[in-house]
């Protein structure tokens, strides 16, 4: 007897639960959102994305690749939330394709150019100027930096050298890489003599060293623009103004990253 009525009460239970789950699906899954990011992100952007899942309790997953291959996926219906694009190229080639929320878009981040040598290295310090000598300067080894002629990190370096007079002559020794931080691992190995990455891939990486910056003159602003995709969630709305906000200031700027608006709280 007892038997038989604890079956029927936990028949009863499953019912009700199965019930729950076919009327509120959403609610018996855990929230998120997609965010696709520069690979130059990836260090303190993981810091950002862990605190605001644990002030709101949604979960961000994090892509991270150049930014020219995030916007081609976004374009090929890649379910993104949000896109943070180390250019200001991409974002706007989203924004042509009527991919993103202009609305929601704005230029949330700046960066430096920089020039590195394996940590070891003999090279020292190099004043970046007109008529500088990269070619000269590498010796016999490779130059690594993101493929020129897409992803961000290299358009800026080919932009800066050849507003240096440095790119005719050091072109052939370039190593070209799908993203920054596969120039920045190229370097670091020891497998490239230089390599052009941004300031915040140096700084976490002990294996390099930095042996000269490039003017701000000499190429565009690096600028890292963020905004909603057409598609986002609504949980994409607090995400990005988490990422206004004074708290992820604070994580930004400690990996080196400037900050490019006034923050919201």
């Known amino acids: 007897m007892f038997k038989r009525h604890f079956i029927a009460i936990l028949a009863a239970v499953l019912l009700t639960a199965a019930l729950g789950l076919l009327l509120n699906p959403a609610g018996a899954q855990e929230k998120s959102i997609t965010v696709f990011a520069a690979a130059s992100m990836k260090n303190a952007l993981d810091d950002v994305n862990a605190a605001y899942t644990k002030a709101t309790g949604v979960k961000v997953i994090a892509s991270y690749a150049a930014s020219s ?115 920045l691992l190229l370097v670091s190995r020891g497998e490239a003599a230089l390599g052009i990455v941004y300031e915040t891939d140096a700084k976490v990486d002990p294996g390099v060293k930095i042996v000269g910056t490039f003017p701000e003159n000499s190429h565009e602003p690096v600028t890292y623009p963020v905004a909603m995709t057409t598609t986002a969630k609504p949980e994409a709305a607090g995400y990005l103004s988490f990422l206004r906000s004074q708290s992820a200031r604070s994580m930004f700027e400690k990996y080196g990253f400037s900050f490019l608006i006034k923050p919201t709280s």
Request: no cysteine; aromatic share 6%.
């Open 69 to 183: 291959a995030l916007a081609k996926q976004i374009e090929g219906g890649a379910p993104a939330d949000a896109f943070v694009s180390a250019d200001l190229k991409w974002m706007d080639y989203l924004a042509e394709k009527k991919a993103i929320r202009g609305g929601t878009r704005v230029n949330l981040l700046g960066n430096r150019l920089v020039l590195i040598a394996p940590k070891d290295s003999g090279i020292g310090k190099a004043t970046i100027v007109k008529g500088f000598d990269l070619e000269k300067l590498a010796g016999d080894g490779r130059i690594a930096t993101g493929d020129v002629k897409a992803v961000p990190v290299g358009r800026y370096a080919k932009a800066a050298l050849e507003n240096l007079g440095a790119w005719a002559a050091a072109e052939k020794k370039f190593a070209m890489t799908d993203n920054v931080r596969a120039a």
